[in-house]
């Protein structure tokens, strides 16, 4: 799966999770630049990346969490 | 209560059907969280399938991890919500560690747990007529002794069995609490799957998101049958539902049953039913037969096991099925809403969802091996109490029939009133009819004129208020059987009038004089109480139309409601004129009812 595969799949669980149509995340987006996502929204958007990408976090990786590259990087390491 | 099968416990349906809800307005079901594990995600599942019940629903959540000091703290938040539902949810996590960190003598650790968690009920229910839905724990995965634990005592494992057996068996001496079995879920969706510790570890998760839904239907489920949600009946198909083959072309030796069925899949339905009959739930045929045909297998082949005698209701003939559900509804008068019908054809269940979309319709499987497994998997059966009355349901029916036949031998309505020897205990509430009580004031919706759920222990604390109050019930039995008790009726005293909070009254024993008679005792109170007026109200329902009159036939006079809550009546104790009835009062009665 290519970089931009990750991103257009990825940028579909964040609209489902945030119910938000037109959304569109990058590497830098972070918590603050979405609308909604508080920590309650954060274990749905877990749950549906890993869900939808067919793969497991560890629970250390999910706390490092930081911006949506570190999440794009995770699911390249773990989606191989 | 899900409609036909489980596909609407998906967790991101949900949440987004929770986001489009409106907030709650008027009439809605307050349900308090309290719990050691994060409450947050439950909250609009919750709110979601209540709305799919046409429940709507406020949520108070408690501070994580704060049960006893809400509990216990008679100013706590929770107590300021004043929740009808109070759901309790307790993970495996904190007590595994207790246990793990307690040395010593570890035998008393599911006593002193269980002990606990009762205390914390009593506090709840000293302060608030809420029910309690109490949840289990999941049984631990661990096994330090691999299989050989089971021989070794006080065992983590062990340990959590013996707590939620002790769960279970205080629940049954507390009134008004309800377990949620967790564990049950846990196990019939894996533990391996239900436990998440990656969740539990990021945000104290119960369990995997995506099965959270089905904790939340759990809890709607009891929360709703608290409430007086209940299926009264199962109608059931006969041909490929109860047997094998078509009986009117097959003939009584040709379908498949009993030693004709190599599977007995028809036999273990046929049992798990007869189980149902015994547990209080109605059974009904509806059938495309011939109903001398169709009879006949119930009287005469060897491998039934539902006789005609476990029936309520017998309809076999060639008029499609909706018409026959309304019969059988017309003649066991229940709601729609609680009769639950069991088909194989799926022509025949579409059918009946968009005629009488009210009944509840599961999709079967093709394998009648798996009806047992499809029926149970939607929970249909959830119950808040159980009495020794609903084991004799079928029975009070049967009774009925010959009552009918009874009556059109008589020329006036009296002299068959008389004939049936009427006998009534009328009596000031009572501890040992207190659950059959709730279960009435729960259940009952047409023959009630204020619709006020009061849960048992409401009902115990008016009993203890002597001066205040006087609510009472009416037990019937006629020469052909009991009825029990069937009238409820509260009292309360303001200043110098007495009012009717509850009038509620079986649909069973309408047109016997009971509501006269309950009707002469409110005055004859009313006059003890050196009340001058009595005062009645009218609260109308979707299906309480019946009794829009009752007070206007006793000759109440309408007020204007100060409060706007229905209609208000009131008539001077000096201008009711007692009802002629003709049932013999009695202070108590032999054999099975007690006293």
Redesign the interface.
């Known amino acids: 799966m290519t970089h931009e595969e990750i991103y257009q799949k990825l940028n579909g669980v964040f609209r489902?999770?945030f119910?938000a149509p037109g959304l569109v995340v990058g590497d830098a987006t972070t918590a603050k630049d979405v609308e909604g996502w508080d920590?309650?929204a954060h274990?749905?958007l877990?749950?549906?990346v890993e869900?939808s990408f067919a793969v497991r976090?560890?629970?250390k990786e999910?706390?490092a969490l930081a911006n949506v590259g570190d999440i794009v990087r995770l699911i390249e390491k773990r989606a191989k | 209560m899900l409609k036909s099968d489980r596909s609407e416990l998906d967790y991101f349906a949900l949440l987004k059907k929770a986001k489009e809800l409106p907030p709650p307005a008027g009439r809605r079901l307050k349900l308090a969280l309290l719990g050691d594990v994060s409450t947050q995600h439950l909250v609009p599942l919750l709110r979601a399938l209540l709305a799919s019940n046409g429940v709507d629903s406020e949520v108070y959540e408690a501070g994580f991890d704060t049960v006893e000091v809400e509990a216990l703290d008679p100013a706590s938040g929770l107590y300021a919500f004043a929740p009808d539902v109070v759901v309790i949810l307790q993970a495996i996590g904190k007590l595994k560690s207790s246990y793990y960190e307690s040395t010593g003598d570890r035998s008393t650790f599911a006593q002193t747990r269980a002990g606990e968690i009762e205390e914390v009920w009593k506090a709840i229910r000293k302060r608030s007529g809420a029910s309690i839905v109490q949840s289990n724990f999941v049984l631990p995965y661990e096994r330090p002794f691999g299989n050989y634990g089971l021989e070794v005592p006080d065992t983590l494992h062990g340990l959590v069995s013996e707590l939620n057996r002790e769960i279970g068996l205080r629940a049954r001496q507390n009134a008004g609490v309800l377990v949620n079995d967790v564990d049950y879920l846990a196990a019939w969706f894996g533990r391996r799957h239900f436990i998440d510790e990656k969740l539990w570890a990021l945000s104290k998760s119960l369990c995997a998101l995506e099965l959270l839904p089905e904790v939340a239907q759990n809890i709607v489920d009891i929360a709703l049958a608290a409430h007086g949600r209940a299926v009264k009946c199962v109608v059931l198909d006969l041909d490929n539902t109860l047997w094998g083959g078509v009986v009117g072309d097959d003939g009584l030796e040709g379908i498949e049953l009993g030693d004709s069925d190599e599977t007995g899949v028809f036999r273990a339905f046929q049992l798990y039913l007869r189980e149902l009959g015994r547990r209080g739930i109605l059974l009904a045929v509806c059938s495309k037969n011939d109903e001398a045909v169709a009879r006949r297998v119930f009287q005469e082949h060897p491998g039934m096991v539902l006789r005609e005698d476990d029936l309520a209701a017998f309809v076999a003939n060639w008029e499609d099925k909706a018409t026959n559900i309304r019969r059988i509804r017309d003649k066991l008068n229940i709601g729609l809403d609680t009769m639950v019908f069991l088909d194989d054809n799926p022509f025949e269940r579409n059918l009946v969802r968009q005629m009488v979309p009210d009944v509840i319709v599961p999709e079967l499987p093709e394998d009648p091996g798996l009806y047992v497994r499809a029926i149970s998997e939607m929970n249909l059966f959830e119950v808040a109490s159980h009495s020794a009355l609903d084991e004799q349901r079928a029975t009070l029916y049967r009774e009925q029939e010959k009552r009918d036949e009874e009556r059109s031998r008589f020329e006036s309505l009296d002299d068959y009133l008389k004939s049936l020897e009427t006998t009534a205990r009328v009596a000031r509430f009572e501890p040992r009819d207190l659950p059959r009580i709730a279960q009435l004031l729960q259940r009952s919706n047409q023959f009630n004129l204020t619709t006020r759920r009061h849960s048992e222990a409401e009902c115990e604390a008016m009993m203890g208020d002597e001066a205040g109050c006087f609510p009472f019930s009416i037990t019937v039995r006629d020469r052909f059987g009991d009825f029990g008790l069937i009238n409820v009726v509260i009292l309360r005293r303001a200043d110098s009038a007495l009012e009717i909070d509850t009038f509620v009254m079986s649909c069973r024993v309408l047109q016997r004089g009971v509501e006269q008679l309950a009707m002469n005792k409110v005055f004859e109170e009313a006059r003890r109480f050196g009340c001058r007026r009595v005062l009645g109200r009218y609260i109308p329902t979707a299906k309480n139309g019946m009794v829009k009159d009752f007070y206007d036939r006793f000759g109440f006079r309408r007020e204007a409601a100060p409060d706007g809550e229905g209609t208000s009546f009131a008539l001077g104790v000096d201008e009711y004129l007692p009802r002629q009835v003709h049932i013999r009062e009695v202070a108590a009665f032999p054999g099975r009812e007690g006293g």
């Open positions: 489902q999770v119910d920590s309650l274990v749905n877990i749950v549906a869900k976090f560890t629970t999910v706390k």
